[in-house]
């Protein structure tokens, strides 16, 4: 989940895997890797997008650690409710894409 709400964040603030792999200091195969799931996120490339994007490491953790944890939301709910507001922050990130004409 966690690899999806940073993709959006990247996509939201008009940033190219290319220019923001740069800022992060890793190759940008390994960024596309993180956005799709298929590598995990350090803390301290977390730490990196919280200085980029002015964002707390602990609202980037709200998508993976909080979501995953039981604390009386059955895990269905609680991975429907962040599928939720990744898709909301996706339709943001589409809503105010240039239109291709």
Do not use: C
Not at 13 to 42: A, D, M
Not at 47 to 53: A, D, H, Q, T
């Amino acid at each position: 989940m966690i690899n999806k709400a940073l993709k959006v964040i990247r996509q939201y603030h008009k940033f190219k895997q290319v220019e923001l792999s740069e800022e992060l200091g890793i190759s940008k195969s390994y960024l596309s890797e993180i956005e799709s799931g298929k590598k995990p996120v350090s803390l301290d490339i977390l730490e990196k997008y919280s200085v980029i994007f002015d964002i707390p490491v602990s609202s980037l953790l709200f998508f993976s650690e909080n979501m995953e944890n039981d604390k009386g939301i059955p895990k269905k709910f609680r991975t429907v409710f962040a599928n939720k507001i990744v898709q909301i922050m996706e339709w943001v990130v589409d809503k105010n894409a240039p239109k291709k004409v």
